[in-house]
């Protein structure tokens, strides 16, 4: 909905005047006839990704799964602001990641594989995380530029569809991640440059759902 500012309403009556109308009405229109609303151009297709390849959440408890502290916080910051929650792991998925990931990294949601993680790591983490009962959908982080971090994450997160739980996934860099990036959006999996956005996504599964 263009035209939300004073200057914006001027500007659509002297173009389109018999389509302007109340910011506000348009929303609760919406909302009442059950639209996602966009705030923003990004935000249109950020949404519109995830609806297309991605089941809807009918609870709003995620996981946060990553190979970046900060990000992992900052993903968790925009969970909460959101409307989402991040539970504790089952007790079982708990004792399940500790028994391959080290000892250094964080079992505790948002689980931070941290920045030596490998695909192995990625590949059990989140399929523990994905089968857990607590979880009803996965924001990935996957920061593909550490050495220890193949070409085969790809794969991993291509094959976590199975599990029928959605999951964006925040992967943000230059050419060698585009690449990456755009080969797991072929699959269906929507790559976000950022966690705010990652997670913004994730949350409208939810809120549609």
């Avoid at 269906?188 to 913004?200: C, D, L, S, W």
Wanted: aromatic letters at 6%; proline letters at 4%; charged letters at 25%.
């Amino acid at each position: 909905k263009a035209g939300k500012t004073q200057k914006g309403s001027e500007a659509v009556l002297s173009h389109t005047g018999a389509l302007a109308g109340s910011a506000e009405i348009y929303s609760a229109a919406f909302k009442q006839g059950g639209i996602i609303e966009a705030k923003s151009s990004e935000e249109i297709f950020d949404f519109s990704k995830a609806l297309a390849n991605q089941p809807v959440m009918k609870n709003n408890k995620i996981a946060v799964v990553t190979d970046g502290g900060g990000f992992g916080i900052v993903a968790t910051d925009a969970a909460i602001k959101c409307g989402l929650e991040l539970p504790k792991l089952t007790d079982e998925s708990i004792k399940e990641l500790k028994n391959f990931l080290p000892k250094y990294a964080i079992t505790k949601n948002p689980i931070d594989l941290t920045g030596d993680a490998t695909v192995e790591r990625y590949q059990k983490a989140l399929e523990i995380t994905l089968k857990d009962k607590n979880i009803d959908g996965v924001a990935c982080i996957a920061l593909m530029q550490i050495p220890t971090l193949t070409d085969e994450i790809v794969d991993v997160l291509r094959d976590c569809k199975v599990f029928g739980k959605p999951i964006v996934v925040c992967s943000g860099g230059g050419q060698y991640i585009l690449e990456r990036n755009r080969k797991l959006e072929a699959y269906g999996i929507p790559v976000y440059p950022t966690p705010e956005r990652a997670v913004k996504a994730l949350s409208i599964l939810y809120e549609y759902g």
